[in-house]
Structures are given as C-alpha cells and as structure tokens.
C-alpha cells in the first residue's frame, strides 16, 4: 500500500505565499515521476509543476517564475513553493507520483487526497 500525504493548503491573500509538501510512505522500491496538480472548480485537473521519469521539470504556463517545484528523495517528499499567488490559483493540489512496489513489479498512478489553496483578492 502506497500513500501520497499533502500538507500546507490554506487561506492567503494575493501575492502572498505557500509551501505545499507531499511526503510518500508505504511499500515503495522506487518513485518515478512525482509532481503537482490542481483542480479548480468546475474545471478539469491540470498539471501544475512535475519531475519528469528523467528528471527534468515540467511546469504549466501560468505558474512559470512564480512557482518552484523541489524534492527530498531520501524523504520521498516533493514540495512547491508558491509564491505571487492570485486568485486564479485557487483550487484542490493533489499529488502525484508513479510508484513500484518492487523491482519486478509494473509502475502504478497514486494520488494524493488533495489540499485546498484559496488565494483571496
């Protein structure tokens, strides 16, 4: 059983900001990808920041040289810092990572349960 825990969500006015962590915990062998993404009411879930299977990082548009994804591998925790936040950044911010159980075993999606971000104007 893998799980994906998020912590750091809440309430902040615009331009202000937040640190979201993600910490994953459980029988894992090995974390491919690992990232951010948010769901804004009504709309569909988009990716906001992730490390890519090869390492690289992947960031959506808007959230460019506001938002800083970073990990801790031996924690097996992703953060995001989010900084100059606006109000079209609220929404749920789930995590996300693809896991394997062990060396021989397929890589699977987990995602986290979500933690809320409300940017108020």
């Known amino acids: 059983q893998v799980q994906l825990v998020e912590s750091g969500g809440g309430l902040v006015q615009a331009g202000g900001s937040l640190r979201l962590s993600c910490a994953a915990s459980?029988?894992?062998?090995?974390?491919?990808?690992m990232g951010w993404y948010r769901q804004a009411p009504g709309k569909r879930r988009e990716l906001v920041a992730t490390?890519?299977?090869?390492?690289?990082?992947n960031y959506v548009e808007p959230v460019k040289g506001r938002f800083t994804i970073s990990r801790d591998s031996a924690k097996k925790t992703v953060y995001l810092q989010m900084n100059s936040l606006k109000p079209e950044d609220t929404a749920v911010y789930y995590c996300?990572?693809?896991?394997?159980?062990?060396?021989?075993?397929?890589?699977?999606?987990?995602w986290g349960q979500g933690t809320q971000v409300t940017v108020s104007s």
């Open positions: 996300n990572a693809a896991v394997r159980v062990s060396l021989i075993s397929a890589w699977n999606t987990y």
């Open positions: 459980g029988s894992i062998f090995s974390i491919n990808a």
């Open positions: 490390f890519t299977s090869d390492g690289s990082i």
